[in-house]
Structures are given as structure tokens and as C-alpha cells.
């Protein structure tokens, strides 16, 4: 009978080994299988913790819109700033260029409706320094559609219509403020001596536009051999109103 005996191996350090304990500490196929399995898990574990989260773009936007915009209240205000400075100057063209530069600069925003209001009023006051009335009051006039209760921006347009002979506009502006402060005796006294001259602009408008009515109908009744001199008109002191008669 022939006996088979185990291979003989050798480990590294020279002892004899058999083919079974030689087999021993090397993986199997299975072993390696599983093992291989796990790293995969680990890998994609790892994967999943590096991959960042999504960037919220609305996020970015917001925030690069507030910093714009804050840079541009700084901008607006310096020059607001500077053109306070001319204006203190007597520098009064050169003032109305910096608060331009200031309304260019601000956005037409919510957050700069009291900036601009108060560029577009200063500009009013240069304008009124400069002599310039008919500018003074547009520029009054953005102010007050920006912000309805500014009183230095009432004040300045009532004193620019004033200058402009619109008493009637003047006085509107007036009654706006004591609206606004019902004790405003300043305002009180202005409407008191504007009234006179009002209702006598108004008597000149009347008679100016009696002249050229005139003027008008003696043209027409020429043709016919008559003028308005055939007409009087009478008028009633407790009305204002005039009434007509004919007279040859």
C-alpha cells in the first residue's frame, strides 16, 4: 500500500510546514469577496460625508444685493455730504453737481426714498439761491412725491411760487403746511398777506382776459357795423360776476 505524505513547505524563517498550516493566514476567495464588499460601503460612506450640500443661489444673491446697495447709500452720502459743504460755501452751482452725483448713485429704492427726497430738496434751495424759480419748484415737487409731509420742500416751493407771482399756488402750499402743524404761525401770517394779493391777481386776470374777449368781438361785429362798445358789461359787487347789456 503506497501512503501519500502531506508537501512539505518551508515559512520564511526556514521551519517545515505542512500544506494545510501552509495554507493558514492566506485569504480565501470568499474571504476576500467579503472583505472587498465592505471597503466598497466604507468608500461610499466616505463619498457621501465629502460631497458638499448645494449652494443656495438665492442666498448669494441676496447678500451681493445688500452689499451693493450699502455701498451705494455710503457713495450717495458723501456726496450729499460734499455738496452740503459748497452749499455752505455759496458754492451753489457746484452744490447742485454733488447732489446729482447722489441722486445718480441711489437707487430708486425704498430703502432711499428719504435719501433722494433730501437731495432733490437741496437742490430746490440752490436753485432758490440761484434765482432759478420755475427749477426750485420741480425740484420741490420730487421731493413731495417722495415724501408728502416735508415741510422745508412745502416751504421752499410756497416761497418760489411766491417770487412767480402764483399767489394762488403759494397759498395751496401754505394750507399744506398747517395741515401738517395747525400752530405754524409763520405759515398763518404768509397766507394772511398772500390773500390780498391773490384776489387782486385774479381781478387783473379777469380784466386781461375782458380786453382780449374785446378785442376778439370787435373784429367780428366790425363786419356787422358794431363793437363791444354796444355792450357794458356791469359788474355785481356782491358776486364778482358781470352781466351783460346791449345799448346802441
Not at 425704498?110 to 430738496?121: I, N
Amino acid at each position: 500500500m503506497v501512503v501519500i505524505e502531506p508537501a512539505i513547505t518551508k515559512d520564511e524563517e526556514g521551519d517545515v510546514m505542512t500544506g494545510r498550516e501552509a495554507s493558514d493566514g492566506f485569504e480565501t476567495a470568499s474571504e476576500g469577496t467579503d472583505g472587498g464588499s465592505d471597503n466598497e460601503e466604507q468608500q461610499q460612506k466616505q463619498e457621501k460625508q465629502n460631497v458638499s450640500p448645494p449652494k443656495d443661489d438665492s442666498y448669494e444673491d441676496a447678500s451681493n444685493n445688500d452689499e451693493l446697495e450699502q455701498k451705494a447709500l455710503v457713495q450717495a452720502n458723501d456726496a450729499k455730504l460734499e455738496g452740503n459743504k459748497l452749499f455752505a460755501a455759496a458754492q451753489y452751482e457746484e452744490a447742485l453737481s454733488q447732489y446729482e452725483v447722489a441722486l445718480q448713485v441711489a437707487p430708486n429704492l425704498p430703502s432711499f426714498v428719504e435719501l433722494r427726497s433730501v437731495c432733490h430738496a437741496n437742490r430746490a434751495i440752490c436753485f432758490l439761491k440761484l434765482g432759478k424759480y420755475e427749477d426750485t419748484i420741480k425740484e420741490c415737487t420730487k421731493a413731495i412725491e417722495l415724501n408728502p409731509s416735508y415741510m422745508k420742500a412745502l416751504v421752499r416751493r410756497g416761497e418760489a411760487h411766491e417770487k412767480l407771482e402764483h399767489f394762488e399756488e403759494a397759498i395751496a402750499d401754505l394750507k399744506t403746511i398747517l395741515e401738517l402743524d395747525p400752530s405754524n404761525e409763520q405759515a398763518k401770517r404768509s397766507i394772511f398777506r398772500l390773500e390780498p394779493k391773490a384776489a387782486e391777481k385774479r381781478e387783473q386776470m379777469k380784466e386781461e382776459m375782458i380786453a382780449k374777449l374785446k378785442e376778439m368781438g370787435n373784429s367780428l361785429l366790425g363786419r356787422f357795423g358794431m363793437s363791444t362798445d354796444n355792450f357794458k358789461a356791469v359788474k355785481d359787487p356782491s358776486t364778482g360776476s358781470y352781466s351783460i347789456s346791449f345799448q346802441r
